[in-house]
């Protein structure tokens, strides 16, 4: 059998060229680590490209729903509360009209609905609204028997992601939400108190359907 020749000596790359080499392999690493692994996996943006290009978001939801597993691995771990009744959701629809509540602003006219539901110790839950591109809605939220963790986002099947607004033991929230895009865009909410939360949401605007997803 015949073997290819060995190379030369004059042929095989110089130190200075492995060294060349190997410095430009580290910049283009630290520029990716930079740029996209450290926004869109840990939700770190030390020169804000990754905000820009809506990495740091994915990367800061990312490490929220990391959060909340834990939190989540540590409560089942924890003895059982006694169990309890838990309330339905009561969806209800109405003749599609404009609807403003409180003093907060009126979306265009639209549809109105309003959903109730019981988070236990530990729970999630999340409802969206399926929105295009600049529709609006306006809303309303209130817990009743203590504060709720929540993040109001977007996302599509395109893996598209915005984060319009998140807090932690928050009691209400009201407001108008504008569809960056196409999708589903709505709140997510976890009770991490020690009792039962009932969270009310009202929305009044333009949305094809309003669906509780978690």
Not at 22 to 31: D, E, M, N, R, Y
Not at 146 to 175: M, P, Q, T, V
Not at 196 to 205: H, I, Y
């Amino acid at each position: 059998m015949y073997n290819n020749d060995l190379p030369k000596r004059e042929e095989l790359p110089s130190s200075k060229h492995l060294l060349r080499s190997t410095i430009i392999a580290l910049v283009i690493a630290t520029v990716l680590l930079t740029t996209v692994v450290l926004p869109a996996e840990y939700g770190v943006d030390p020169i804000g490209i990754g905000r820009v290009l809506g990495l740091t978001q994915m990367g800061e939801i990312k490490t929220n729903l990391a959060e909340e597993a834990k939190r989540d691995r540590e409560a089942a771990a924890a003895p059982p509360a006694p169990a309890a009744p838990v309330a339905q959701e009561r969806p209800t629809k109405q003749v599609p009209q404009s609807q403003s509540f409180g003093n907060e602003p009126t979306a265009e006219a639209g549809r109105n609905d309003s959903m109730t539901v019981t988070l236990k110790p530990g729970q999630g839950v999340e409802i969206k609204l399926d929105m295009v591109k600049g529709a609006k809605a306006a809303y309303e939220w209130t817990a009743t028997g203590g504060g709720l963790n929540f993040d109001l986002h977007g996302d599509n099947a395109s893996k598209a992601f915005i984060s319009y607004k998140k807090g932690n033991n928050a009691e209400r929230d009201s407001g108008e939400l504008v569809a960056d895009f196409d999708g589903s865009h709505g709140w997510f909410w976890r009770n991490r108190t020690s009792g039962e939360v009932t969270v009310t949401l009202k929305t009044s605007g333009v949305y094809s359907e309003i669906k509780r997803v978690v």
